[in-house]
């Protein structure tokens, strides 16, 4: 039984689906579906897919890892194309974008005023900041598979307070290297190995801060759309 009788299919048993981000709205994507992705999207909670190119269903995320969690299902006024609201584990667009609508990423020169600044993403080019979904999609697969001999599938077993143990010590490696930082500079010091420091811990606080969120099976799109919620209401 077709899980929506009133979907108006095209002939080659086919209807669009747009895809928005549940958290601000954002269109990710625009792909195909039949009765039997529409079936598996809705019994499984993860967006699926007809692949024209591969003739077969096909799960957003399969092989990179970046699913789509279903949120919303709705049709629009012809019956003849999908809504699908869904919360992103990391880019939607094959290329690492955020949206398939987005253009592609500058080249990465910055004018030589703004080199000292470090890079400068925008709306349009968000790395750095969008590699981590690259990350999160490592953690989640670990969380999901547990591989012997990975260092993310010890610190899964060891649960929530060994994982929490870690991010605890890693914030506080990341406040004594901010001073010993701020303490290079205050006097006049090469700064380039207490900022690199710095870097490093923030790194490591930022890792042991996912696996966190993988062990309580939070995706990182939550907490970003508490941020997204909290900046739209700043003045």
């Known amino acids: ?16 689906a747009v895809v928005k981000d549940a958290a ?13 992705a529409l079936r598996a999207t809705i019994d499984t909670g993860l967006v699926h ?34 809504l ?11 290329r690492g974008m955020r949206s398939c609508f987005d253009p592609e990423p500058e080249t990465g020169m910055v004018a030589p005023a703004q080199r000292s600044a470090g890079p400068q993403p925008t709306e349009a080019n968000p790395e750095p900041f969008a590699w981590l979904a690259t990350l999160w ?15 993310t599938t010890a610190l899964l077993k060891g649960g929530v307070d060994a994982i929490a143990r870690k991010v605890t010590e890693e914030a506080t490696e990341v406040l004594i290297a901010a001073k ?16 690199e420091n710095l870097a490093g811990e923030t790194a490591d606080l ?13 995706p990182p799109s ?14």
């Open 1 to 16: 039984m077709d899980p929506l009788p009133d979907i108006r299919y095209g002939p080659d048993g086919l209807v669009p």
């Open 222 to 235: 939550e907490a970003i759309a508490v941020l997204r919620s909290r900046h739209q209401v700043q003045p």
């Open 24 to 36: 601000d709205g954002r269109v990710l994507m625009v792909a195909w579906m039949d009765a039997e």
């Open 84 to 94: 699908v609201t869904a919360a992103p584990v990391g880019p939607t667009c094959h």
């Open 137 to 151: 999609a490592t953690i989640a697969s670990r969380a999901a598979e547990l591989p012997a001999g990975s260092y």
């Open 49 to 82: 897919f007809h692949s024209r190119s591969r003739g077969r269903l096909w799960r957003k995320g399969e092989t990179s890892g970046n699913v789509l969690h279903l949120r919303d299902l709705s049709l629009d006024c012809d019956a003849d194309t999908l």
């Open 206 to 218: 930022l890792y042991h801060t996912l696996v966190l969120l993988a062990e309580r099976n939070l």
């Open 180 to 195: 010993d930082d701020a303490a290079a500079e205050a006097s006049g010091s090469d700064r380039a190995a207490t900022s």
